[in-house]
């Protein structure tokens, strides 16, 4: 499998959780933390980043292609499946 096509879909999966995450903390259902979506935005960004260090250590620097590799191949899917999820959840749950 290419390293694009892995790098994505480690990142869709990731983004899946952190969609859930992301609505967990948007609505108040972790009542520790109460309702507040600066935190589910954080927590997704954070998501996305440990994200790209793992990728980064399992493909290594030159294979990921830089900046230019992990935006296209690992930002953007990662971006729109988690707003994706989020926004269903929210709109559906």
Do not use: C
Request: hydrophobic share 60%.
């Amino acid at each position: 499998m290419d390293i694009e096509v892995k790098l994505t879909s480690i990142h869709a999966a990731l983004a899946i959780v952190a969609g859930a995450i992301s609505y967990l903390l948007s609505t108040g259902a972790i009542s520790a933390l109460g309702k507040n979506e600066f935190l589910a935005v954080l927590g997704g960004l954070l998501i996305l980043y440990l994200t790209g260090q793992l990728s980064e250590r399992l493909f290594g620097k030159e294979a990921v292609g830089g900046m230019k590799g992990w935006l296209w191949s690992g930002i953007l899917p990662f971006f729109f499946v988690w707003v994706l999820v989020w926004v269903m959840m929210y709109n559906l749950l």
